[in-house]
């Protein structure tokens, strides 16, 4: 209706809205139809204008009624008054929802939204006298600190068509008689319940205190994911989704569903085996499995191989290997080629139906939303039969679907040719099927109850539920969530290919990189990506998230795991000469804990401390990380370049000696490792950002994001130590165990200090002794 039709505002006012919310309806079009076409029926039965109670409840209907066949039929119930309060309208509204089938069964509706039902003051004054009376004791006690909501809910509970308003009243007037009016004590406040910080905390805490105890308050993910379950629909109630299509046979297709599911939650993680899962496959991953988990239900891993052209093994093999290494384990492992056939015979009944066609326009004429429309689309039903038989020898002919997307895209493909061998069904087929065609109907074989997607395929929600209700089989029900982005990196697989092309990177898992696999290598636990996940929170709006919110969720835990050790990266050899040993020849032979030490000098050649430097220097003893001496300077030995190479220093008890300003660590009769140290790879925070980055992402690629050191030393307890074991270097950080490792050396790449806001950047750690600092 439009909204400067004659008489409509004065119809609207007549019901009882004012002006003012006249006008607002009327700037919505499709509610301003359907509250005239109530009004106009409902007088039509009346005889007369509707009164505001009748008005306000025709209002309601309008607002909130999702299918509009079903108008007519509650309008009747309004102006008969049969249905006279928001409780019983409520009902109604539920009641067609669930049956989404005519003819509605109208004694089971008269009884499921209590028409006919009267509620007398009487029943009301005693269903709350006995919720008074059991409860009587605490009401003494407490007063008017009692939760009269209780009361409420109780009466109600025995009176459920009882307007809720009166019940309050009879509440608030049976209470007052029983306590009297309140008094003074009554009124106090509560007082606030004060927060202790000890006088040890940093002083800057209190400002970030509050931010502080949220992330404490932080559901888990299983909490959080059976809330979500408040809001989807209840396996075999997919119609009450808005938006979701019922047709004649939709009920008994429920049914069968229901038949074979035992209303059993079932969910799906669909990755295409064309690269390496990256992190915002962990949200997708802890969602579908999650959600499934926390409502007892089962999740499948299905690849979507559909395109041989881009499918390698080794994808298929790492994508299941970290579902695992993140704790889930699928129901079933499948793919959509093991559907192949029924989908090849589906796109056969697709086309007798009428709703698909073979189209000859090129690859390059179709692409995009807005294409030409194909002269082929009205072509006879035989005719594309014929020719999708015969399609593989039709060089760029497609299979197209007769339906416009919600993005505008018209007549998308459902089967292309490809002529390349598939890995698990070899040269059988050289037509494969689409995304678009394949998704919702791999979907329907598998009786998956809810479609969890990110937010990009909404456009795709209305050619799901077509394409299923066109052939006639079992439609699940498709919801969008949110996607997970990370600032300072790239997640496309195109992208990461051209930056391990390039050199920029090793491979996709490289620790600079956020794959899942580099996370890993990088010594990221998985506990930790899953609470990431879980305080990032399951939305609709996309989330863009800094990656020191990641890293703080990866020292949680490796803060409560990890082992501690003394490694040092810039080694400097102390001598202690007056140790108290009968042979000093022997020194570290006798203490083997006393070889080398990590002293931390302003600059290689500075033999005179700058103001402020408290570490060791002439003149500044400072005490042994955990071994009860403090030691002193004596001399000072360098090379031929003048570079320090050693020092001799002097041990005194602790006990003997003034407290030292800063204790060092040390190692001794170490393992020699290789830290690599890793910067972020990207100098801004949006690579992909032409108005950031003008130049394109590869020129923004930061060369200083790794360094190697060669030499590092550190305490021999980790030799042995497998890939992937995670160590704390004291004071230096959380290192993990690089896979590339060798029995000659260890290699390690290094994380952020404990405690602190992680510098930009990662180290890693290996084994000819490699490291990978997490």
Known sequence: MAADEPGALELFVSIGLSESKARETLRNQALSALL?????????????????????LLYNVASRLKDPK?????????????IVTDLQLNAALEYVKSHPVEPID??????????????TPEQIEEAVEASISKHRAQLLSERYRFNMGLLMGEARSKLKWADGKIIKNEVDLQVLHLLGPKTEADLEKKSKVSVYLPSFLPSFLPSFLPSFLECVKTKSLMEQLRGEALKFHKPGENYKTEGYVVTPNTMNLLKQHLEITGGQVRTRFPPEPNGILHIGHAKAINF?????????????????????????????????????????????????SDYFDQLYT???????????????QKVEEIKGHNPPPSPWRDRPVEESLLLFEVLPFHGEATLRMKLV???????????????TPHHRTGDKWCIYPTYDYTHCLCDSIENITHSLCTKEFQARRSSYFWLCNALDVYCPVQWEYGRLNLLYTVVSKRKIIRLVDSGAVRDWDDPRLFTLTALRRRGFPAEAINNFCARVGVTVAQCTMEPHMLEACV?????????????VLEPLCVTIVNFPAPHKVSLLAFLPKLGLRDVRLQGTRQTVPEKGYKRLAPGQPVGLRHTGYVIAIQSIIKDTNGRVKELEVTCTKSEAAEKPKAFIHWVSNPLVCEVRQYERLFLHKNPEDPAEVPQGFLSDVNPNSLSVIEEALVDRSVCGAKPFT?????????????????????????????????????????????????
């Open 36 to 56: 005239r076409e109530a009004i106009v029926q409902a007088q039509e039965i009346l005889g007369s204008a509707a009164d505001k109670t009748v008005g306000t």
């Open 70 to 82: 079903h108008l007519g039929f509650l309008v009747e119930y309004i102006a008969t008054k049969k």
């Open 288 to 336: 579908n499995f999650g959600f499934a988990k926390a409502n007892g239900g089962i999740c499948f891993l299905r690849y979507d191989d559909t395109n041989p052209e881009k499918e390698e093994e080794k994808y298929f093999t790492a994508i299941r290997d970290i579902v695992e290494w993140l704790g889930y384990t699928p129901y079933a492992v499948t793919h959509a």
């Open 106 to 119: 109208a004694a089971d509706f008269a009884r499921e939204c209590g028409v006919g039902v009267i509620v």
């Open 346 to 360: 589906w796109a056969v009944d697709l086309i007798r139906r009428g709703h698909a066609y073979v189209c000859h």
């Open 726 to 774: 995670k160590f704390q270097f004291e004071r230096l950080g959380y290192f993990s165990v690089d896979p590339d490792s060798t029995g000659a050396k260890v290699s390690s790449q290094k994380g952020q200090k404990p405690g602190r806001v992680p510098s930009p950047s990662p180290v890693q750690m290996a084994r000819k002794g490699k490291f990978s600092c997490t």
């Open 405 to 419: 997307m919600e993005d505008g895209k018209m007549d998308p493909v459902a089967y292309r040719i490809k002529y």
């Open 555 to 567: 020292r949680e835990v490796l803060n409560e795991q990890a082992p501690r050790v003394m490694a």
